[in-house]
């Protein structure tokens, strides 16, 4: 003999009230962590946390492991645009040299951008293989 089951309303709302609660989380979670990306034109006098991204220009100089911190410049990866001087501290990529395209994040503190991370575009990865 077959059993019906009778199902519940209340199980419906349940259900619905923790898929709600999950969603509003996931946007939540979403939109809080992210920091905006900028190139240095876009940079201007923002003082927040971002993400910069730009071709470094030389000369760079200092160590990313004394006070003064590592310096260089940065400006567009497309064209010429302001420089904006960068100081970073921490660990130097391999791949990092004067051309490369980079990515800091970091703030602008009295007209030089202090980042506390810096990544390396792999330049192989967006060149064409003709």
């Known amino acids: 003999m077959a059993r019906s089951r009778s199902t519940s309303p209340a199980r419906l ?6 898929a709600a609660v999950l969603s509003i989380f996931l946007v939540y979670t979403a939109l809080s962590g992210t920091t905006p990306a900028l190139q240095p034109s876009n940079l201007q006098s923002r003082t927040d946390t971002v993400s910069l991204t730009g071709k470094v220009i030389g000369p760079v100089k200092g160590d990313s492991h004394q006070s003064t911190g590592l310096q260089f410049k940065l400006h567009n990866i497309n064209g010429a645009s302001p420089t904006i001087p960068i100081v970073y501290h921490g660990s130097v990529p391999d791949l990092f040299k004067v051309g ?9 503190v009295g007209g030089s951008f202090m980042a506390t991370a810096l990544t390396t575009k792999c330049p192989s990865k967006y060149t064409s293989t003709n």
């Open 13 to 18: 709302v349940v259900a619905l009230a923790i």
């Open 100 to 108: 490369r395209d980079v990515n800091l994040t970091g703030k602008l």
